[in-house]
């Protein structure tokens, strides 16, 4: 007796499927068709790129009202009338409804005269600080802008380092990698040994007192030029070739963020040896946490084995998970967090980076940080930036601890001698 109901139609068996005609005629891909894509699509993001930014196809950072100048610098609305009346800090500029702006220039020169730009100690060192996962997607370059631009806001002298390929975090910054980056313009030479010194990629960006590392695609060429380089060359360790090159910006920068690669490469370990601490974006969903799981056991695998070729531990100041693209009102996502707290424990970061439509980088390509006017509801942007402050504030203080055990180290290790090319550390 068949199984199957009156007036149900099987479906033909594979091989009886007529094939459409229009699949037939498929056309066969090879490189220059391949290459016509890729120009058809670089073509349309130049267009795109030019309807979104301002005339010259350059992004301008916005300006700051009153209310925001004041907020950043810690002092009232009125404090900064008043000293710029008195002609003691820059007048700003007042729009159309005579409401007073400032540009973030402005605001660190008022830092200047008022003495409240962040200062580190005299003999400590930039914290490099790593944003790192081996999965794509879970929100690591818009960690790794939005830090950045939370401490430059706030008068920190920031190098954004961009070491994926993809080069995401360059096109944040409003540069076409693969037109307006030169390859011998990113970190590549310095991997590759043309170069002893990373200093001529890094370059200006729109914002006061933040520089930039970009990448583009060419960066993928590091991974077989530091391999051979560590068959090749005699007492050169490919994982310590980032570090070495970061030591000649001690004086620069207060704060470096390094954008890695979604895999365990030659180039993250760079990374990861580098860093002092470790900021690790973990969507709540089970193939990420699965994801993150692995994360730190390839970590252990790969730290505990330069451990045993450096004789000595590879140490990390912090590391934290960063719970992202977080739905409160999600119940699946709500269990994973419960989980990934009670897995991780006080390695979790207490504010999370909820989803929200700014968080979203659109055609324009800003940032929370850098929209002056939004459409949708202003109750979205507030909480959008309300989250990222909340988070930033964590990992600023983090970074700022640092400082201080620097400074506790030199205090117990008063007649340690520097080395070549070190300052001494002031107790």
């Not at 209310?67 to 950043?72: D, N, T």
Request: neutral net charge; aromatic residues 8%.
């Amino acid at each position: 007796m068949s199984s199957t109901r009156p007036g149900r139609r099987l479906a033909p068996a594979p091989n009886e499927r007529t094939v459409p005609p229009s699949v037939l005629a498929e056309p066969l891909v090879d490189a220059d068709n391949l290459e016509q894509i890729a120009d058809n699509a670089r073509d349309l993001l130049t267009r795109a790129r030019s309807a979104a930014l301002d005339p010259g196809q350059e992004k301008v950072l916005r300006k700051f009202s009153l209310a925001e100048a004041a907020e950043l610098l810690g002092v009232s609305p009125r404090t900064i009338q008043r000293a710029a009346q008195a002609g003691q800090i820059p007048v700003g500029e007042r729009n159309r409804r005579n409401q007073l702006f400032f540009s973030l220039a402005e605001i660190n020169k008022m830092r200047e005269t008022w003495g409240r730009r962040p200062v580190r100690a005299d003999g400590t060192s930039p914290i490099v600080v790593g944003v790192a996962n081996f999965k794509g997607g879970v929100g690591k370059t818009a960690t790794t802008v939005h830090l950045g631009q939370y401490l430059a806001l706030r008068g920190y002298r920031v190098l954004m380092i961009d070491l994926d390929a993809q080069a995401s975090l360059t096109n944040l910054f409003g540069l076409i990698p693969d037109s307006e980056v030169d390859s011998e313009k990113t970190a590549l030479p310095y991997f590759d040994g043309r170069l002893n010194s990373l200093r001529p990629a890094v370059r200006e960006t729109y914002w006061p007192g933040m520089h930039l590392i970009p990448a583009n695609l060419a960066l993928y060429g590091a991974e077989f030029s530091l391999a051979v380089r560590q068959k090749e060359e005699p007492g050169f360790a490919f994982y310590r070739s980032l570090k070495d090159g970061l030591a000649e910006f001690r004086d620069d920068y207060d704060v470096i963020i390094i954008d890695t690669p979604p895999s365990l490469s030659f180039i993250t370990t760079n990374a990861l040896f580098a860093a002092d601490g470790l900021v690790i974006p973990v969507p709540m969903a089970m193939m990420d946490y699965a994801s993150a799981t692995q994360f730190f056991s390839l970590l252990t695998d790969v730290i505990r084995v330069i451990d045993e070729y450096e004789g000595n531990k590879k140490v990390f100041g912090f590391m934290r998970l960063l719970i992202s693209k977080f739905e409160q009102n999600n119940a699946t996502q709500q269990t994973i967090r419960d989980w990934v707290r009670v897995a991780f424990g006080e390695k979790v970061l207490e504010n999370s980076m909820g989803l929200t439509t700014i968080l979203r980088v659109g055609p324009a390509m800003e940032t929370a940080y850098e929209i002056a006017s939004y459409q949708g509801s202003r109750r979205t942007l507030d909480r959008a930036v309300m989250l990222l402050d909340s988070v930033n504030r964590e990992l600023e203080d983090l970074i700022r601890a640092q400082w201080v055990r620097q400074v506790a180290a030199a205090v117990v290790r008063p007649a340690a001698t520097p080395r070549s090319g070190e300052a001494s550390v002031a107790a």
